[in-house]
């Protein structure tokens, strides 16, 4: 014998009602005997009570009432043979002639009694009992109504009514005995006081219904049947990668209903759970989906925890002093006080010295549990000995739950690291001996963000999000974008990560797309829906989309973006950047950047600052993170002075060199922008500050490439003028390389604490000398690698290489 209860959605339009009828008929055909409770169609308790409430206040209720009569009416016509119509519009045409004289009456009276209001809105559950068995009764013959207010005895405590579970037990077995042969449909909900007076359960009432019911005919399990493919392990509109749970206890499902999963009410509970009962959570919509199975134990899983779920809106009440200390039945006075007054206490935390008690109540009770409590304590305040309550606002509770956190150690960490990586702060913290349940008290406006933030760390096969807010679209924006979309796929099925582009920003348009721009169209997206561009009014969206693992990726050559990274990691977001202005400018500033990236816990990754593409950043990371001391480090780090040494031989003059490189688009519009030597110099700044040196550019030794006369030039066309007379000073140094069998390099140096850049001459024994096209090199002498050092060779140059390096360093994140 099983129980079938279905929710109001389930029951809410004659499709859904022909669902309800397929999956009754094949729990007959697989050989069960279902007893069927069912709810009031979606949408009918509501319209029931604001009509009551509208007729209390002299309004009229003609418009709801035609609602509530053209909705059972037109299930009537579809699901009901025309022969078997009338006696269906009958009974039904009755109940709402009496729904409409008891409106009438409060509409007289200008009062709305609780024992009022629970029976207008049992029509609800009646209409809707009554019809579905209707509806059956044309194929199945023993299809019959039952009300259930008959045979559910409870208190007169109208609107949440407890019920006389011995009496109810007698009537509901004799019931059984007398309808063995029947195929039941039983109003969920309703019930009736010891005069026969309606009264309702509550919330949760139908499952409630179902659960007593099940208990009292020893069923073999209770089936709620809903709309949702079981109970989640979070909130699917908040946390879209949230999934079905196949098994929970008992105390596992009511800790997660009780901070607020909606699927089903504690207290609905109990009978089943004294009974050990199982009770399966199906989806109407979804038969063939196994849903959720609510057990007394919790059964196999991998999982540390089973599910997140939150209270979105509390208050928070600290109450502290001195006079609370070793003062035994504080505590039992206090919350005796709150017990008595009907002010129900979400949460409770205590400081160890017992000078503090932290606890949480519904917002629309803070304010009266103060006053009680200044009544109540008026002596030790006058005395202060304790100080005046204080209440805390726009809080939410966040509580993960599972019975496997008590055999799995490091629950904490792992929530307290996946909160604070997100920039989240606790307010208080409750955990109960039994180790079934963490709740953490935080900001109303982070509750989106924490649980997302905390179901990626507890689900680890699940797909790690990184939302990403990009500035730059030029070569290197728009050639990072095209590796993205081409590695979604890969990155997902071997990596577990989900990239997400949320945030696109060029000088001109800027665009937000919470659930990711597409990034085969991002340029049209960008150009047709972008609003104007305002780099300040671009990180403050971003800082108020307040989004789970969040990456700023600055693409851009520019120094405006650099002054407002220190804001960024300040927001708990990421930032990695082939921008080397940060790094490379006063040493204040690059020490404050790393130290409030590490104070907030998110990552500083600038790889592509060096080489491009080439793990160069990383490695003198690695190197120094294992112990290792470094000794020297020598590089060639431009491609384009790369490129003019490996071509300045034979009849080629520099001139005709540099010319070419600048053709090839090797070069800056003025390639005295690349022969400086400056944007060499800031690599070679960046490489010695990482080592661990204080020094600023000043600091560098950095010699010419070029006379002085071609850095004095007024414009390109005079540099280029310039160059040319200046032939001669070039071809000795070809000369002297050719003669001597070297080859001429332009290389930076760091040993001993000082940086210098120079022309020089390297022979065939120089790890140098056989570099070639644009390539960049660096040596890395160190007191592991001191007879051969480490070489790290390869492009030093180009939006393909440079792209990829800023694509390393986003996958690392949070890694």
Not at 418 to 425: D, Q, V
Not at 464 to 486: C, E, M, P, R, W
Not at 741 to 747: G, P, Q
């Amino acid at each position: 014998m099983k129980v079938l209860k279905f929710g109001g959605t389930s029951v809410g339009s004659a499709e859904s009602i022909r669902s309800v009828l397929q999956i009754v008929s094949a729990a007959q055909q697989a050989g069960e005997q279902p007893l069927v409770v069912l709810s009031a169609m979606s949408g009918v308790t509501n319209l029931l009570t604001k009509m009551a409430e509208e007729a209390a206040e002299g309004k009229p209720f003609e418009e709801g009432m035609k609602i509530l009569e053209d909705k059972h009416f037109d299930v009537i016509r579809k699901l009901i043979s025309v022969k078997f119509q009338n006696p269906v519009f009958t009974k039904l045409k009755l109940y709402f002639n009496e729904i409409e004289d008891l409106l009438q009456g409060i509409l007289a009276l200008r009062e709305l009694s609780n024992q009022s209001r629970d029976l207008v809105v049992s029509y609800g559950e009646r209409c809707s009992a009554f019809l579905v068995a209707k509806i059956a009764a044309q194929e199945i013959e023993e299809a019959t109504f039952i009300d259930a207010s008959h045979y559910i005895k409870t208190n007169s405590n109208f609107g949440n009514a407890s019920v006389q579970d011995v009496l109810t037990n007698q009537l509901i077995q004799a019931l059984s005995h007398s309808h063995a042969d029947k195929l039941m449909f039983v109003t969920g909900f309703i019930g009736s006081n010891d005069k026969g007076r309606i009264t309702t359960l509550g919330r949760g009432g139908s499952d409630y219904t179902a659960a007593i019911f099940g208990s009292v005919l020893n069923a073999s399990a209770i089936e709620i049947w809903t709309d949702v493919n079981g109970m989640l392990t979070a909130d699917p509109r908040i946390v879209k990668k949230a999934f079905s749970l196949p098994v929970l206890s008992y105390t596992e499902a009511m800790e997660l209903s009780y901070f607020g999963a909606k699927v089903i009410y504690p207290p609905t509970m109990i009978p089943a759970f004294l009974k050990k009962i199982p009770i399966i959570i199906r989806n109407t919509f979804q038969p063939e989906f196994e849903g959720t199975i609510i057990q007394f134990d919790s059964g196999q899983t991998s999982y540390p925890i089973k599910g997140i779920s939150s209270i979105s809106d509390i208050s928070v009440i600290n109450l502290s002093g001195s006079g609370m200390i070793g003062k035994s039945g504080f505590s039992g006075r206090l919350f005796t006080l709150l017990a008595r007054e009907q002010i129900n206490v979400v949460l409770i935390t205590q400081s160890s010295s017992e000078h503090s008690i932290t606890f949480a109540v519904h917002p629309d009770d803070a304010l009266k549990a103060v006053q009680l409590i200044e009544i109540e304590f008026e002596l030790e305040l006058e005395a202060n000995k304790i100080l005046h309550p204080e209440i805390e606002s726009n809080l939410s509770v966040l509580a993960i739950v599972g019975e496997n956190m008590k055999k799995t150690p490091g629950m904490s960490g792992k929530l307290f690291s996946a909160l604070g990586r997100n920039g989240i702060n606790v307010r208080a913290i409750a955990q109960g001996s039994s180790e079934f349940n963490i709740s953490v008290i935080i900001s109303k406006i982070d509750l989106s963000k924490a649980l997302n933030a905390v179901h990626d760390a507890f689900f680890a096969e699940l797909k790690k999000t990184l939302h990403v807010f990009n500035l730059g679209t030029g070569n290197i924006g728009a050639t990072l974008f095209k590796q993205l979309d081409s590695q979604h796929g890969f990155l997902l099925e071997k990596n577990d990560i989900e990239v997400k582009v949320v945030g696109i920003s060029n000088s001109r348009k800027m665009l937000f797309k919470e659930n990711g721009v597409d990034l085969n169209v991002w340029e049209s997206q960008l150009n047709d829906d972008g609003i104007e561009a305002d780099l300040s009014l671009f990180i403050d969206k971003m800082k108020d989309m307040n989004l789970p693992n969040c990456v700023f990726i600055d693409n851009t050559a520019s120094s405006i973006p650099s002054t407002h990274y220190e804001d960024i990691f300040k927001a708990n977001i990421s930032i990695v950047t082939c921008n080397k202005i940060a790094n490379s400018g006063k040493y204040s500033q690059y020490k404050l950047l790393r130290d409030t990236a590490h104070q907030h816990g998110v990552d500083f990754f600038y790889e592509t600052n060096v080489g491009a593409g080439l793990p160069i950043v990383r490695v003198l990371k690695d190197l120094m993170m294992s112990g290792d001391r470094i000794v020297k480090i020598e590089a060639i780090l431009s491609g384009t002075i790369s490129y003019i040494f490996n071509n300045f031989k034979g009849d080629a003059s520099f001139y005709d060199v540099v010319k070419q490189a600048q053709e090839l688009g090797y070069t800056e519009p003025d390639p005295r922008d690349d022969l400086g030597g400056v944007d060499f110099m800031r690599k070679m700044l960046i490489l010695a500050r990482d080592a661990g040196y204080t020094l600023e550019a000043e600091d560098v030794d950095l010699g010419a490439i070029l006379p002085a006369s071609c850095l004095a030039a007024e414009n390109v066309d005079s540099f280029y003028e310039e160059l040319q007379k200046e032939d001669a000073y070039f071809e000795a140094l070809k000369s002297k390389a050719q003669t001597e069998n070297k080859a001429i390099r332009y290389i930076g140096k760091l040993e001993d604490g000082q940086v210098s850049i120079s022309v020089q001459f390297v022979g065939p024994d120089h790890p140098f000398y056989s570099l070639s096209g644009s390539d960049n090199i660096i040596s890395f002498t160190t007191e592991r690698y001191k007879e051969r050092p480490l070489v790290v060779k390869g492009p030093g140059a180009g939006a393909e290489v440079t792209a990829a390096g800023v694509f390393a360093d986003l996958v690392n994140v949070g890694a």
